[in-house]
């Protein structure tokens, strides 16, 4: 059980900078969950706590020892790849042994660490397998193995060992969708039994929001945010978090704030839509924005401010989604399927929920409310 | 005509170059070394009769192979064992992502291109006794009955290097990059890794190496004929050199056996190889 602190990493392989003045602290007993589209540095950041890459500036620690210069074999730490990694040519006992056989354990108390016996050892992987589901298939190679048994081998590999904190690497993308939600509810338990540091690589935000205690969305080598799944929801930082997180994606358009006797509102194209007075409070007349609503914040409302015609509409059983023309642009409006029916060609009158109205800079990117 | 017979005649008619070759440069030798065997020949050669399988037993528990199949088994002793050895250790040596490495992944693999001759003109410049730069090293010395085959053994292994370095370095560069980082997050350091890990991953690679190393030196000649001519005193004269010194015109028969019973070993060295090749363990996923 370790925290594992990034303090201005980068890394640069040549030309190239995979991971950019990363500053991270991942607490102690954590899930943390490393969020972004591909190429954007997860990889990297989450080998460079392994061991695997070096650091090319700034400081990694993890507990309280810097390990810049620590080799990953002395890191007590494990990792699950995306490939499993398992070896081919051992057994699944076997395996799963793997790390207990050149380490020291602090086994006994008061006495310096030890390498287990046999006997030990054994118990522990009976233990590991057990906790997975292996023990019918101890003396199997991997190639006989389902991409599902395998991935929990990884697993049990990585838990046996107990180390101070777990990597992994996209574990879930070689299997089936139904197996991947099952698996998603089966790691956060075993999360919770181990209470060990997780950081868990993903490019997939259902796996982000549904898992972790906090994510940290990166672009390009850059921390985005860092938070909560919620918190990162709703109070998406920057224009790229807003569009990354959600799906569909808010919607996102450009447009000038205005104010009035009666209050501030923002004007896009020949339409208005109204903010919340006092939560804009700071914004000057004239200033460009970008406005961001997601699509189940907007509302069909006879009353509504903004017009805006259907192209067309989606249907996914439990709800549909609107895909409505609006100041050349796109927007999605999100229904439960048992709202009145639309159909493309109507022209929709809508209202955006003014305490979900989210502004950015057009120029920076940042959130301004 | 059917769109399978016709396919079927084409596939037929693409096989015969191949089919002809192997019939005329490899079976019908074959055949006529049996043939030679059972026959044997007058005093000045011009005739012969059928004798039978009568002269096979004597041939092959005679002086001549006993003697020439000890010296090719210790030859194979001498060349295997210590060509895989070093094949290994340059390829692991090479197997890395550095700046450069090409240049001595080509240069380790470059004997390939060598033939014999080349490797043992060479070898007879290192080791002459009167010229040699390594005359004096007594281990090795070419004029000695008693290490004379070790310096024959020596310009083998250099020259079959490049080839087991270019194979073994193939079968490393198999080897996922994960596996190797799972087994350095397990704690194992370079040696452990080495044994656990790579060793048993390449142990395919090194079987079909030990069998090819093997049967080309129960085939050396040319090595020994360049450097030895056979001596000192018959201390290099392999299986191969004893059959082509057999072979005579009015004694055609004792060379043939000879050469039977090594391609039999032969065959017997292959036949285990493929017995271990398939009770090895199917990888890849
Ligand atoms: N060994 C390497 N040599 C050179 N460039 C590399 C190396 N490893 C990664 N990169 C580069 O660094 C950047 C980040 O790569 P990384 O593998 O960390 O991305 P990722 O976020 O894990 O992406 P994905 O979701 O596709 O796995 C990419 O531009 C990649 O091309
Ligand atoms: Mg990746």
Redesign the interface.
Request: hydrophobic share 45%; charged share 25%; proline share 11%.
């Given at each position: 059980m370790s925290e594992v602190a990034f303090d201005g990493v980068t890394k640069r392989f040549g030309e190239v900078t995979a991971v950019d003045q990363l500053t991270l602290d991942i607490a102690d007993g954590e899930f943390m969950v490393l969020l972004g589209p591909s190429g954007c540095g997860k990889t990297t950041a989450l080998r460079m706590i392994?061991?695997?890459e070096t650091v090319t500036e700034g400081t990694l620690r993890i507990g309280d020892r810097v390990v810049n210069d620590v080799e990953?074999?002395?890191?007590d730490?494990?990792?699950v790849?995306q490939?499993y990694?398992?070896?081919?040519?051992m057994t699944v006992a076997r395996n799963i042994e793997?790390?207990l056989?050149?380490?020291r354990f602090h086994v006994d108390a008061d006495a310096p660490p030890r390498k287990l016996t046999a006997a030990e050892r054994s118990e522990r992987v009976d233990q590991a397998a057990r906790s997975l589901g292996l023990t019918d298939l101890m003396g199997r190679?991997?190639?006989a193995l389902s991409g599902g048994q395998?991935q929990r081998v990884a697993l049990a590999?990585a838990i046996v060992?107990r180390p101070s904190a777990f990597l992994m690497d996209e574990p879930l993308s070689n299997l089936d969708a139904k197996l991947r939600a099952q698996t998603r509810i089966e790691l956060v338990e075993l999360h919770e039994r181990l209470a060990t540091t997780f950081v868990y690589v993903t490019h997939d935000q259902v796996e982000a929001m549904t898992m972790a205690d906090r994510i940290a969305v990166l672009n390009e080598g850059r921390l985005q945010q860092v938070g909560p799944p919620q918190a990162v929801y709703e109070r998406p930082h920057n224009l790229f978090v807003a569009r990354f997180i959600g799906s569909p994606p808010m919607n996102t358009v450009p447009g000038t704030v205005v104010r009035t006797d009666t209050g501030v509102a923002v004007q896009l194209g020949g339409q208005r839509i109204d903010l919340d007075p006092v939560a804009h409070e700071p914004l000057a007349d004239g200033t460009e924005v970008v406005i961001g609503v997601r699509p189940e914040h907007l509302a069909v409302d006879p009353d509504g401010q903004v017009k805006a015609q259907v192209r067309a509409v989606e249907w996914l059983g439990h709800e549909r989604l609107v895909v409505c023309d609006l100041a050349e642009h796109h927007i999605t409006v999100r229904q439960s399927s048992g709202a009145e029916p639309v159909a493309p060609g109507d022209v929709l009158a809508l209202t955006a929920d003014p305490a979900h109205v989210h502004l950015f800079d057009p120029n920076t990117t940042e959130r301004l409310n | 005509m059917s769109r399978r017979t016709r396919d079927a005649l084409v596939g037929y008619a693409l096989l015969v170059p191949s089919a002809v070759i192997f019939v005329w440069f490899f079976f019908y030798p074959l055949v006529r070394l049996f043939v030679m065997g059972l026959h044997q020949q007058n005093r000045t050669g011009t005739a012969e009769r059928y004798v039978g399988w009568s002269r096979f037993g004597d041939v092959l528990t005679g002086e001549q192979f006993t003697e020439g199949l000890r010296i090719s088994a210790t030859y194979v002793l001498y060349t295997v064992p210590l060509g895989l050895v070093l094949g290994v250790l340059l390829a692991v040596a090479a197997n890395r992502r550095l700046k450069g490495i090409k240049v001595f992944q080509t240069i380790f693999s470059s004997t390939i291109a060598s033939s014999v001759a080349v490797a043992s003109v060479v070898f007879f410049v290192l080791l002459n006794p009167q010229i040699g730069y390594f005359s004096s090293v007594k281990f090795f010395s070419l004029s000695d009955p008693d290490t004379a085959l070790r310096g024959v053994a020596l310009s083998s292994v250099w020259q079959n290097l490049g080839l087991t370095f270019v194979i073994v370095l193939a079968g490393l560069q198999a080897i996922p990059d994960e596996v190797d980082e799972a087994a350095t997050l397990d704690g194992y350091g370079p040696v452990r890794r080495f044994f656990r890990v790579t060793l048993p991953l390449i142990s395919p690679t090194l079987m079909f190496l030990a069998v090819v190393l093997v049967i080309f030196a129960l085939q050396a000649f040319a090595q020994a004929d360049i450097l030895t001519q056979g001596g000192p005193v018959g201390a290099t004269e392999t299986l191969v050199f004893k059959i082509f010194r057999s072979q005579q015109p009015i004694d055609q028969g004792t060379g043939s056996i000879m050469a039977l019973g090594l391609f039999g070993i032969t065959l017997l060295v292959s036949l285990a190889q493929f017995l271990l090749l398939e009770r090895r363990v199917h990888y890849g996923n």
């Open positions: 392994a061991g695997l990953a074999k002395d890191r730490i494990a990792m790849f490939s990694a398992l070896y081919p040519h793997s790390p056989v050149a380490r190679k991997p190639a395998r590999r060992a | -």
